[in-house]
């Protein structure tokens, strides 16, 4: 193999070496040409600027050159496969997007008067229809605004609930195996977190959870199917203990898509539970959102859901700001996110009854796959089989000198991005990866290629190359323990980059 050339711009084809905007700047340069600001009285005072603002002078091709030219550096969903555990980058329809966009629907506003947006609550009602009858649930709220949001909704409700019989509690237990978020929400909303260890197979301890239920305890917040892929065996069992207290359950519904269309979570003796609509229901993630995190609640719990809701009176749809009772305030302003209530919708109509199922069913056929394909090299954290990911660590790289996080910036040099990384805690060195439904086998059987050929050369001795990945991007490693202790927060000018932290 011939050594790679060094370019005189630093350039690798069409990936310029980009400096920062404010690298480029020079003084007075501008994209635009605005008026003179006029004479008028000062009402400022001391508080006026007396400094520059700031910003670069730059002209508008360099704006637009700089920010196509990092759009090149980003990965994406529509890029390539986006193998993030727990996080479940799917495919999002273009249809979706369409029907988000149509007139009436695209432009609608939120203080529009209702008997202008018939159709508009319509919808909204028809989802939240759907939402309820695929959990088993009672009732929905629609306004969080993401699944943490949710979460806190849940769990206020609950505290609600304690409050109005006169029993406020103070406890809420907590598996190692939940999302990171739960034991976060649960002391946002003033309880006490006490984590309950897992087994060895990396679902709950019962034995434990036993022991740690008494009087005080408000309720149980649990992530089914966990972080660790895998389905709780005990759910029903977990669900008659804490009610049996008194307690509430509450599951953390992101990984709802694994189950969708095969179990209904109510059944299951769950009261609250939030879906992310990104992750089961295709809406776009991240950047692409803003996100939605409806919140469904059964019986026991629907007399505590925030408003508002969309009732139907007298075949007219109606939105309901305002009701009696000892419900949770108001989530956020206005109604939630319609336009990912749009695209959820067009999912479920897409797909229908039986294709959610399917959903679900590719889903973890998919993890199983990949978990199948590997388990040679890298070998489940638990034994299978999964549901919708699979949770490796990097125990079959012992002896190379070579750890998690070498193999995840090997993986960008091979066109991927990394799955996510020591996540669960639980399992040192763990590497949990989604492939998702929407991924084909041929390009799964593209990842498990690149994924066996880098162990392959870890084995083979090749751990300088590993300590150094990735090599072939516009930014090297960083030093991620200078990083974290002496972060760079601001551009500090004429001062280069690689010196700002000292």
């Keep these: 193999m011939s050594r790679e050339r060094e370019t005189i711009s630093g350039a690798r084809g069409l990936d310029r070496d980009e400096a920062l905007s404010f690298e480029q700047d020079s003084p007075g340069?501008?994209?635009?040409?605005?008026?003179?600001?006029?004479?008028?009285?000062?009402?400022?005072?001391?508080?006026?600027?007396?400094?520059?603002?700031?910003?670069?002078?730059?002209?508008?091709?360099q704006v637009v050159r700089h920010f196509v030219r990092l759009s090149r550096m980003n990965y994406a969903i529509d890029y390539g496969l986006y193998p993030l555990g727990s996080c479940t980058m799917k495919h999002n329809p273009r249809l979706n997007e369409r029907l988000a966009r149509l007139p009436g629907i695209g432009d609608v506003h939120p203080m529009q008067p209702q008997s202008t947006t018939q159709g508009v609550l319509r919808l909204m009602s028809e989802l939240a229809h759907w939402l309820t009858e695929l959990t088993g649930m009672a009732t929905v709220a629609m306004t969080p605004g993401a699944g943490a949001q949710g979460e806190?909704?849940?769990?206020?409700?609950?505290?609600?609930?304690?409050?109005?019989?006169?029993?406020?509690?103070?406890?809420?237990?907590?598996?190692?195996?939940?999302?990171?978020?739960?034991?976060?929400?649960?002391?946002?909303?003033?309880?006490?977190?006490d984590s309950i260890p897992s087994t060895a197979d990396g679902r709950v301890d019962m034995a434990a959870f036993e022991a740690k239920l008494g009087?005080?305890?408000?309720?149980?917040?649990?992530?089914?199917?966990?972080?660790?892929?895998?389905?709780?065996?005990?759910?029903?069992?977990?669900?008659?203990?804490?009610?049996g207290i008194g307690g509430y359950f509450y599951c953390d519904g992101a990984n709802f898509n694994a189950i969708v269309g095969k179990v209904r979570p109510g059944d299951l003796g769950i009261d609250a539970m939030h879906i992310n609509l990104h992750k089961t229901f295709s809406t776009p993630h991240g950047?692409?959102?803003?996100?939605?995190?409806?919140?469904?609640?059964?019986?026991?719990?629907?007399?505590?859901?925030?408003?508002p809701k969309v009732i139907e009176r007298n075949g007219a749809f109606e939105l309901v700001e305002q009701e009696d009772g000892p419900r949770v305030g108001r989530m956020k302003g206005f109604h939630g996110q319609f336009g990912m209530f749009v695209r959820a919708l067009a999912y479920m109509q897409s797909h229908g009854r039986d294709g959610l199922k399917q959903v679900a069913e590719d889903a973890v056929l998919n993890a199983n796959y990949v978990m199948a394909k590997l388990q040679d090299l890298l070998p489940p954290a638990f034994p299978g089989p999964c549901m919708h990911e699979v949770l490796v660590s990097d125990k079959g790289l012992d002896g190379t000198g070579i750890e998690t996080m070498d193999l995840a910036k090997a993986l960008i040099d091979e066109g991927y991005h990394p799955m996510t990384v020591y996540f669960p805690l639980i399992v040192h060195g763990a590497m949990l990866i989604e492939p998702t439904e929407t991924e084909t086998r041929q390009t799964l059987d593209d990842f498990i290629a690149v994924m066996r050929g880098l162990v392959e050369q870890a084995k083979a001795g090749e751990a300088e190359y590993f300590k150094e990945a990735p090599t072939m991007t516009p930014r090297r490693r960083l030093d991620e323990t200078l990083a974290a202790r002496k972060p760079v927060l601001r551009w500090v000018p004429d001062v280069p980059l690689a010196d700002a932290a000292e």
């Design 215 to 243: 009087p005080d305890v408000a309720g149980l917040m649990l992530t089914n199917p966990n972080t660790c892929g895998l389905f709780e065996r005990d759910i029903i069992r977990i669900a008659e203990l804490i009610h």
């Design 152 to 193: 806190m909704c849940g769990m206020m409700a609950i505290r609600a609930a304690h409050e109005a019989r006169g029993e406020p509690r103070k406890r809420v237990l907590v598996p190692e195996s939940a999302h990171g978020t739960n034991p976060a929400t649960a002391a946002i909303c003033g309880y006490e977190v």
């Design 29 to 61: 340069r501008s994209g635009v040409d605005l008026p003179p600001v006029p004479d008028a009285p000062d009402r400022l005072g001391d508080l006026r600027r007396k400094d520059a603002i700031g910003l670069p002078g730059l002209a508008e091709p």
């Design 287 to 307: 950047g692409g959102g803003p996100g939605s995190g409806p919140v469904v609640f059964s019986e026991a719990l629907a007399p505590y859901a925030p408003l």
